[in-house]
């Protein structure tokens, strides 16, 4: 057993690792979207400062025990987008950046939702962004760019995918507004499309395949923040996921993909408590999950990761000295002075960052390796150096 195990631990675990080569009966996988290592740092930090500590306090997902460093680049960028990042997860293959579900010279790949589909499993693909957003499109869609969501979104209706949930539809009617909504070709391919909480408990029973849209989506391109409230944002992804498993149910088995999107534009604006929250929002996601795993420990893995750094964020900035603390405090009373919204002008959130010691050295998204997290089973093959395109066979069992 102990030389098996240190085997496994030399060598890149193909003959002498304990799991075995099958894919999980219920598989949880998780995308923080630009969600580094000091992100995850950041908001254990700030969790410790509220417990008051200097440390010691912890997300969910870092106590999982297997972790592996994963590199993100693209085929054509030492940094990564979304697309090409979601790509390589999706699929197994990298891309260049903009590029959903093809290679580089535009041939469909096919996504690890698609091979589980066809293996019988139901598929719930789910994000705080728009659901035809570049991150969930990876997995059912096969596009030259990211941005031809008018086209992504009847990939989505035409994918026969179980259960879907998202802030709202990306050019709802046409980039230019002039073509049939989309929601009219998605309702023709049998999906029920439900906007809110309400409409979703009255209409879930009886649908075939759901889309659960925010209230604040409907017709619209919604972009918020779980702090932006209850009437901006209606479904965390706590609820996107607690909904999904009503609609997934344990019987089949089901392939999951959350996405906490926000991290990432929080992320681009250098907004720290803001990133914290979503951080926190998309933990609380992943105690959703933990609480169906406790129940089937043995068929269930989970797996959180990210598609890329964004920020270059880092904690401590300038001439930080040893007997200096992280401003917790002076954050969370600027974000509780402006209404939990994260309004401030650029510059003078520049200066809080700064004199809270949070560093950020970037709008844009870095080429840092971030870390996948897992348990549960397949977790062992989840260790060392990995890149993103290895994270599909893993998932597969394989
Ligand atoms: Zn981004």
């Known amino acids: 057993m102990i030389a098996a195990a240190l085997t496994c631990m030399l060598s890149s675990c193909t003959t ?22 000091a992100h995850a740092a950041a908001t254990e930090s700030y969790l410790s400062y509220k417990a008051d500590t200097v440390g010691g306090a912890h997300l969910t997902f870092t106590q999982f025990p297997n972790i592996a460093l994963t590199t993100t680049y693209s085929a054509n960028r030492a940094i990564t987008c979304s697309a090409a990042g979601g790509t390589a997860i999706a699929c197994g293959a990298k891309t260049n950046n903009e590029m959903i579900g093809v290679d580089p010279d535009g041939n469909a790949l096919k996504s690890v939702a698609y091979e589980l589909k066809e293996k019988g ?28 969501y008018y086209d992504i ?34 309702e023709e391919q049998g999906y029920t499309v439900c906007y809110g909480t309400e409409e979703f408990n009255a209409r879930n029973k009886e649908a075939e395949k759901v889309i659960f849209i925010q209230e604040s989506g409907r017709e619209a391109d919604p972009e918020y923040y779980v702090s932006d409230g209850e009437e901006e944002c209606d479904i965390k992804i706590s609820k996107m996921l607690e909904m999904g498993l009503e609609v997934l149910g344990d019987e089949e088995p089901f392939f999951i993909m959350c996405e906490g999107g926000n991290i990432d534009w929080a992320g681009h604006s250098n907004k720290t408590m803001a990133m914290v929250m979503e951080v926190l929002d998309f933990n609380a996601a992943i105690d959703k999950a933990m609480e169906f795993y406790n129940e089937h420990k043995d068929e269930t893995l989970i797996v959180v990761t990210a ?64 870390v996948t997290y897992a348990i549960g089973k397949g977790a062992d093959k989840f260790h060392g150096m990995i890149d993103n395109i290895d994270i599909k066979g893993k998932i597969l069992g394989e």
């Open 16 to 37: 002498n690792c304990n799991s075995e080569n099958e894919t999980a009966k219920y598989v949880f996988l998780f995308i923080g979207d630009g969600m580094g290592l």
């Open 121 to 148: 499993y139901n598929v719930g693909i789910m994000t705080n962004n728009p659901v035809n957003h570049a991150t969930p499109a990876c997995f059912y869609a096969n596009s030259k760019s990211r941005y031809s």
């Open 153 to 186: 979104c009847r990939q989505l209706a035409e994918s026969g995918f179980d259960y879907f949930a998202g802030s709202g539809f990306y050019q709802f009617r046409g980039k230019d507004g002039d073509q049939p909504s989309v929601q009219g070709y998605i």
């Open 307 to 370: 598609d890329h750094e964004t920020g270059g964020l880092s904690i401590g900035q300038g001439v930080v000295w040893r007997k200096e603390i992280i401003g917790w405090d002076k954050l969370e009373k600027s974000w509780i002075e402006s209404g939990e919204k994260n309004v401030l002008p650029f510059e003078e959130n520049k200066a809080l960052n700064e004199n809270a010691l949070i560093g950020w050295t970037s709008c844009h998204h870095t080429g840092s390796p971030v």
